[in-house]
Each structure stands twice: as structure tokens, then as C-alpha cells.
């Protein structure tokens, strides 16, 4: 992994293929792997299922930020690709994140809302 790409508080793999959350960002992140988005990952960050199939939704002040699976393939099985977009009250904002990692999400949040996306419930780590 690219250690520009990364944050203190992003939850990657460490070389021993166990979850860990960044304390530090060192320049050699190579030995990171980034690990993908499952819907437990989104549970946990608090983000609620929607009423549309394998999509979920947080509120990040004045407007929405929903995950959701790849419309074309229709289910985790078949793409395990997750879409981003932003619903601001007039419309929703399509973002071209593919195949997007829990790292990235964070990161996302971060942008739109200056805080950090926290895991919501303890989970083991």
C-alpha cells in the first residue's frame, strides 16, 4: 500500500494478516494490505441498512452518505464492489469509488466531515 494513501486511525493488515488500526503512518507501507468493505465492517462504523438491497447509509450532517453494492451486478457474490454517493438534498452525487476498502471509506468521511468514522461498537481487532 501507498503510506500517502493512509491515516493514523485507518484499520488495515499487517504482514501477519492481522486487523489492525494505524497509530502511525510510517513511509514504507508496503507490507500493509488494505482490507475490503463487508457489511459487517459498515455495521460496525454505524451506517444503516436501506431499504434497497445491500445498501447502507449514514448521516454525516447536512446529508447522506450511502455505500451500496454495484448496481449492474446487483449483489456482493457476484462483484463484491461497493459505490459511494452522497445524497445532499437535491439530488444524489455519484463518486467513482470501485471496489473501495475500508481505509478509503474512512478517509472519505474524513473529507466530507473533518472526523474521524469510528467504529460504533466494540469489536475485536
Not at 5 to 17: A, Q, R, T
Not at 35 to 53: S, Y
Request: aromatic share 12%; with cysteine; proline share 4%.
Amino acid at each position: 500500500m501507498e503510506a500517502k494513501k493512509l491515516m493514523v486511525g485507518n484499520y488495515v493488515k499487517d504482514p501477519y494478516d492481522n486487523t489492525i488500526r494505524l497509530v502511525s503512518v510510517e513511509k514504507d507501507a508496503s507490507m500493509l494490505r488494505p482490507l475490503p468493505i463487508t457489511e459487517e465492517w459498515l455495521n460496525d462504523f454505524g451506517f444503516e441498512k436501506t431499504q434497497r438491497r445491500d445498501a447502507h447509509v449514514i448521516n454525516v450532517g447536512e446529508y447522506y452518505l450511502y455505500v451500496a453494492v454495484n448496481a449492474f451486478s446487483g449483489t456482493l457474490e457476484k462483484d463484491p464492489s461497493w459505490h459511494c454517493s452522497v445524497d445532499t438534498g437535491y439530488g444524489s452525487q455519484p463518486m467513482s469509488i470501485m471496489k473501495m476498502y475500508v481505509h478509503e471509506l474512512q478517509n472519505l468521511f474524513f473529507a466530507l466531515t473533518g472526523t474521524e468514522l469510528k467504529i460504533k461498537k466494540e469489536v475485536s481487532v
